[in-house]
């Protein structure tokens, strides 16, 4: 159709929206090249040198649109849609921005008084972020995991030379005043300090003191590695310290798996200095025993239970335990989304003498290989291991649900031993799929059974969740504890 | 002690989304940070910026290099050609061009035929061709402006023969020199070197420059920033738009410039170049981040500025190592015949303006060029409003009319750019990646993060 153009006498634009139109008019369907501008002698030669043959005089009021076009295209069309850009009625925008917040420093400019960040970036960004949080003056929990220790030592102790608390890495779970931090279940408050260094652990225990009737005042997670030798329970002595001097707090719980030796004298010695009732238990301790003001137990549920006790000013009272013996050829698989869960599992089914096998093995458990070698199992689908690049089964029970599947295929699994964790973080239908699976299976001599870790406060409501699981006939147990002797006594 | 038990809680949360939410179920205060890695993803950076970002003496130093930022005093002290001020164009064939230095075989197409036309301009060659064998040869070096207290826009060349502005800051001493602005069309700073290109710098050098000179001696000392300052409120950001200041300070010159021989045609070669202040911008914008520089442990930038090829940054604390990386192209508006395939990468000194807190950090204050941004003046308000994000300061009197007089955002800080992913935003015209074309468009672009990165990477508390 070659070069075809229009002159608007007397209309000034400036360059810059005449520009802008030239460069919406390049990209209209079947225009070649064009110009819009004002018909200045500088233009025209600018249109001439861009190959638009324009025999034109100089005309510098006058505003010029020029186009090579296609042979299919409409010139009034293109005019048209000129004009459209030419005489567009102007809208002012005056509705401002919101702030986009990309770090922990703009995030502090804003609320100023914030007084904890809470981290669940990928560990390798996690330790940066911590480290920037204390910067802020800020508490930190970090939820993250894959943070080296020796990260975890310099963020210890650099939170402690800044008397801040530095909760975790790997710390799931933790309410502080009275609000639930990530994995944390709606609890009753009241006047029991926890200090965890276990996620589930944590949620076994705040969950239980609340359905016992108490209260949590603080739960403060320190990360599972706290009580290693090398971080030397840094923020396990601090929330002792904050606990020991909170006013709310009567009674102090301290959980952990099991810790170094030397460590765990050292969170000992310093326990025996606090004035206020201590419940310690280390995952794997088989004795209830008093030391001065601490009182050392052996489950998860005994723990919550004499807590209660002292918190409420009752007399302390414990259950003996039965000795169970098993040996048979029938089999218990647990399965597991709490890894706290897991050890205390492992521990009493050792105490039974069970051989079994594990993928976090605890004392002399066998070490899961890909092959469970029909011994009795206990997976801790929450690791690395199982995750499979998914999310943690208590988010996501996609794969904790594949090997209950997996595992009820096995003609000799006699019993299937599984939790269910609610609350904060957990996924809000953790069981829809589980009960179809369960109610899939035709075996008359297999059991299921479950314990349910958390509280009727929780989303999930945990009455609701128990009533859905028995109607399928699972077991359901009223603590982790339980559970295991339940299945035990099943085999 | 802690008293964090006897505080409402309230949270900052950076990571799963749903555990703010779960917070604000619960009625805790939340601000919520829209995380993404830092420094590329590279954990080991990432982890010294935030340590980096703890220090006390990285504070203080950035503290006092910002004050003697704020506290310069640049001022236009008259005029002289290069020679007779600058120590390394005296007595060797060295010609300046802008930005980090580079070998001139790697040198993009526009600053070689500068180079190339400004060794004509001195007589060293009898044309271009010649031009091109001497510089080959070893016979004319090169080096960057910034190494001569120069800046100079585009190709930025300096020869020793070219007059320049002298700018003297009055409260500590230090001088910083430009060339003067050519005006539009055929030009040495986008690379062209014709005869008519040369000409025009002849009659630079004898008549503008000699009438320029008999005049400023008239005019006595010209404070520049309030210069600027003013020019803010006019409409110009005194990078892309120098229409006010120009006009500005042709009202201080034009009756000196009345008086003396050939003023008149000094007076017709300014009027018709809205960007005759620019170079004065730049010199003065050299002048007060010159004094801020080399002040142990500070993290500020001091200089950026492009070759058409790497973009470099200088920071305080660092001595004078440029970090450099890529230039980027420019997103940006383009002259009829034009497009981004004829661009060159970002080139030129004059991004000094934007290190100084003018220039894309005042957008705001131009609307009249909003539309190279890409659109509406809001646009241009929020690009000033990002940039304090990333500096120490608001400038005292430097103020932005549309942001209700706020000050516009200066001292860049490394630290804050990388943690907060936020880059600097540069305003800028468009060279043509052949030498000689000339101008072809302008529009933004950032300053590349990679030369902070390698900034941070330097960067050793003492």
């Known amino acids: ?491 | 002690m802690n008293n964090l038990f006897s505080q409402e809680l309230k949270v900052i949360s950076s990571g799963l989304h749903d555990f703010a939410t779960n917070l604000q179920q619960e009625q805790v205060s939340v601000c919520e940070v829209d995380f993404a890695p830092t420094c590329n993803a590279n954990q080991e950076d990432a982890l010294a910026l935030a340590k980096l970002m703890q220090s006390e003496k990285v504070k203080q130093a950035n503290e006092i290099a910002a004050e003697r930022y704020l506290n310069s005093n640049p001022c236009l002290e008259g005029v002289a050609i290069a020679s007779e001020v600058i120590e390394g164009l005296q007595n060797t064939k060295r010609i300046l061009h802008s930005g980090p230095p580079i070998a001139f075989e790697d040198m993009c197409g526009p600053m070689q035929g500068a180079i190339c036309g400004a060794i004509v301009y001195e007589g060293w060659a009898s044309d271009v061709d010649a031009a091109f064998e001497l510089v080959k040869k070893g016979e004319v070096v090169t080096d960057a402006c910034h190494h001569h207290s120069c800046v100079g826009p585009m190709a930025g060349i300096i020869s020793p023969s070219m007059p320049v502005f002298i700018v003297k800051n009055k409260e500590y001493g230090n001088v910083s020199y430009s060339n003067f602005n050519e005006g539009l069309g055929k030009v040495l700073r986008f690379g062209a070197n014709g005869s008519e290109v040369i000409d025009r710098l002849n009659f630079m050098r004898d008549v503008l420059y000699v009438a320029l000179k008999e005049a400023l001696k008239l005019c006595g000392s010209i404070e520049i920033k309030p210069l600027i300052a003013q020019a803010l409120s006019m409409g110009d950001e005194c990078h892309n738009r120098n229409a006010a200041a120009t006009g500005l300070l042709l009202k201080i010159l034009a009756p000196k410039l009345a008086r003396v021989k050939d003023g008149d045609k000094a007076l017709e070669f300014i009027s018709a170049n809205d960007h005759f202040f620019l170079n004065i911008s730049m010199a003065a914008c050299k002048c007060m981040l010159d004094a801020a520089a080399n002040v142990k442990n500070s993290t500020m930038v001091v200089a950026m500025a492009r070759n058409g090829v790497n973009f470099g940054i200088r920071v305080s604390g660092l001595a004078d190592k440029w970090y450099q990386a890529p230039a980027n192209f420019i997103k940006g508006l383009y002259f009829p015949g034009f497009s981004e395939a004829d661009a060159n990468p970002d080139l030129g000194d004059s991004a000094i303006t934007e290190t100084a807190g003018i220039g894309g950090f005042a957008m705001a204050a131009a609307p009249a060029i909003v539309k190279f941004v890409g659109g509406t003046t809001q646009d241009a308000v929020q690009n000033s409003i990002n940039m304090q994000e990333i500096c120490l300061k608001e400038h005292p009197s430097f103020n932005l009319p549309a942001l209700n007089f706020a000050g516009s955002a200066c001292c860049i800080d490394i630290l804050k750019v990388l943690d907060r992913n936020v880059l600097p935003i540069i305003n800028t015209g468009i060279a043509h990646k052949q030498a000689g074309v000339g101008q072809i468009g302008a529009g933004i672009t950032n300053a590349p993060l990679d030369c902070f990165i390698n900034a941070l990477r330097d960067f050793k508390e003492e």
Do not use: W
């Open chain 1, 1 to 491: 159709m070659g070069v075809m153009y229009k002159s608007y006498k007397n209309l000034y634009k400036d360059s810059v929206s005449l520009m802008q139109i030239s460069a919406a008019l390049l990209n209209y369907e079947g225009v070649l090249n064009a110009t819009v501008a004002m018909q200045t002698e500088a233009n025209l030669q600018r249109a001439q040198a861009s190959g638009l043959n324009l025999d034109l005089k100089e005309s510098p009021n006058d505003l010029l649109i020029a186009c090579e076009l296609a042979d299919d295209s409409n010139f009034d069309e293109i005019i048209a849609f000129v004009d459209d850009k030419l005489f567009a009625k102007v809208t002012t925008d005056n509705t401002k921005k919101s702030r986009h917040i990309g770090s922990i420093a703009q995030a502090k400019e804003e609320l100023d008084d914030a007084n904890l960040a809470l981290i669940s970036v990928a560990g390798r960004y996690a330790i940066a972020e911590a480290l920037k949080a204390l910067g802020q003056n800020l508490n930190v929990m970090i939820f993250s995991d894959n943070v080296s220790e020796d990260d975890e030592l310099m963020l210890k102790q650099e939170a402690k030379k800044r008397d801040l608390l530095l909760m975790g890495p790997d710390c799931g779970t933790a309410i502080i005043n009275g609000k639930p931090l990530a994995f944390a279940n709606r609890v009753n408050l009241g006047s029991i300090g926890v200090i965890g260094a276990s996620g589930t652990g944590t949620q076994e225990v705040t969950c239980a003191i609340s359905n016992l009737g108490a209260g949590i005042s603080q739960a403060i997670g320190t990360g599972g590695r706290d009580l290693h030798e090398k971080i030397g329970a840094i923020t396990t002595l601090y929330a002792i310290d904050l606990l020991e001097q909170d006013e709310k707090t009567k009674t102090i719980v301290v959980i952990s798996k099991p810790p170094a030796k030397s460590i765990a004298a050292k969170v000992i010695e310093r326990l025996k200095q606090v004035k206020k009732d201590v419940v310690v238990h280390f995952v794997g301790n088989n004795d209830f025993y008093q030391e001065n003001n601490i009182y050392f137990t052996r489950s998860l549920l005994e723990t919550a239970k004499v807590a209660c006790d002292l918190n409420q000013g009752r007399k302390i009272s414990v259950q003996d335990k039965e000795q169970i013996n098993v040996s048979t050829d029938r089999l218990l698989k647990a399965i597991y989304c709490g890894g706290t869960f897991c050890a205390e599992a492992q521990n009493l089914a050792l105490k039974a003498n069970l051989k079994i096998v594990s993928n976090v093995p605890i004392d002399n458990a066998c070490k899961y290989d890909g092959n469970d070698h029909d011994m009795h199992a206990f997976f801790d689908m929450g690791d690395d291991e199982f995750t499979n690049g998914r999310p943690h089964p208590m988010i996501d029970p996609f794969e904790r649900n594949a090997m209950i599947k997996k595992q009820m295929e096995n003609e000799k699994t006699a019993v299937i031993l599984f939790d269910v964790v609610l609350g904060y973080g957990a996924s809000l239908n953790p069981i829809d799929d589980l009960v179809e699976i369960i109610k899939s299976n035709t075996r008359s001599d297999l059991n299921f059974v479950c314990n349910v870790c958390g509280t009727d406060l929780d989303i999930q409501n945990r009455e609701d969740i128990i009533n859905r699981l028995s109607q399928v006939n699972v077991k359901v147990a009223t603590s982790n504890e339980q559970a295991v002797m339940t299945a035990l006594s099943l085999l």
